[in-house]
């Protein structure tokens, strides 16, 4: 089957809730977006670590189908992200953000990694994003994600990431920031102009829209009594879409459609637990059951 590689920040997160604290949990844009795709295809990450990175996280990755062998482990400390959520969850600051090992990060893609068909690149600077691509041979999808803090403050290098990419995966506040469209139709046209055939416009407890070609698709997020971390959940997404298109081995627009909504699935578990703690619990029967929730929910 073919793999998946995913470039993207592996972290500790310091999460303050309404009523409690978690310090330094596992997180970071590559760990969700690994964890995520190796339920469906063999997962390859490239990322840095600091030497306080536990054994426990290494083999938590392992024992989840992950290949560590494009992860570094430096001297200094692991990239560390503090964030408080608002008492609904529906919005968050970051209180911090220290790079640490990560400021120093220039990705190295393995040679063995080289000819990976399917690559996630994962929220980081758009200038180590684009260095990743240079390091690539002939992939069939290129997949990005970014955040406002890269709109604002790297915007020469994000567009020409943009313009170089297969399929771009933002939230409806960075797709009105990065077009200047409040509306979202436009801005997703926009966004394609720029250069992705297929672009992905995420709207946190309201689901995703995906734009391929002229084609649009509405998927809705999954209903839940509970939420308890949002945290990793546009990370997860992107990372079961990825991995059930590298299953498939196909872009088609329907394996598009059901990759979205895999990717929806797996949103749903992460933000059911802390960290990856609900994430690591789910089976293939879990998968399919939820899978089968979303049918049922949107087909009339
Ligand atoms: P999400 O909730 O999907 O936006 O992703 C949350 C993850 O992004 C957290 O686990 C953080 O460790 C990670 N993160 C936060 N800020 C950054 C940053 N500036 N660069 C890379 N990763 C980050």
């Known amino acids: 089957m073919p793999s998946m590689l995913v470039v993207g920040s592996v972290a500790f997160d310091t999460l303050h809730f309404a009523t409690e604290s978690h310090p330094r949990v596992l997180g970071g844009s590559a760990v969700y977006a690994a964890i995520a795709g190796a339920h469906f295809a063999p997962v390859q990450l490239v990322g840095v670590v600091g030497r306080d990175f536990p054994d426990s996280a290494i083999h938590l990755l392992r024992s989840r189908n992950v290949d560590l062998g494009g992860l570094e482990v430096v001297d200094g400390e692991t990239f560390h992200w503090e964030g408080r959520y608002s008492d609904d969850l529906s919005s968050r600051q970051t209180i911090r953000t220290d790079l640490n090992v990560f400021a120093d990060f220039r990705p190295k893609i393995p040679d063995a990694y080289r000819d990976t068909p399917y690559v996630m690149l994962g929220n980081i600077d758009p200038t180590l994003q684009l260095e990743v691509l240079e390091q690539i041979r002939a992939p069939k999808l290129v997949i990005a994600d970014t955040m406002n803090l890269w709109i604002d403050i790297k915007n020469d290098a994000l567009r020409e990431l943009v313009r170089r990419i297969d399929l771009l995966i933002l939230n409806d506040e960075e797709a009105m920031q990065l077009t200047g469209h409040k509306n979202l139709i436009k801005a997703a046209r926009n966004l394609q102009d720029m250069g992705p055939d297929t ?3 995420k709207k946190g407890e309201h689901g995703a829209l995906l734009f391929e070609g002229a084609d649009v ?5 999954l209903p839940l009594e509970a939420v308890a971390d949002p945290t990793g959940a546009g990370d997860t997404f992107a990372g079961a879409l990825l991995g059930y298109v590298a299953k498939q081995d196909s ?3 329907a394996t598009l459609r059901r990759a979205v909504v895999y990717g ?5 578990y992460c933000v059911e637990g802390v960290s990856t703690h609900r994430l690591v619990t789910v ?3 879990a998968l399919q059951t939820r899978f089968e929730q979303f049918r049922k929910l949107t087909t009339f």
């Open 199 to 201: 672009v992905i416009i």
């Open 217 to 221: 698709f509405a998927v809705p997020a």
């Open 251 to 253: 872009v088609d627009g």
């Open 264 to 268: 929806s699935t797996l949103a749903s």
């Open 283 to 285: 089976d293939t029967a």
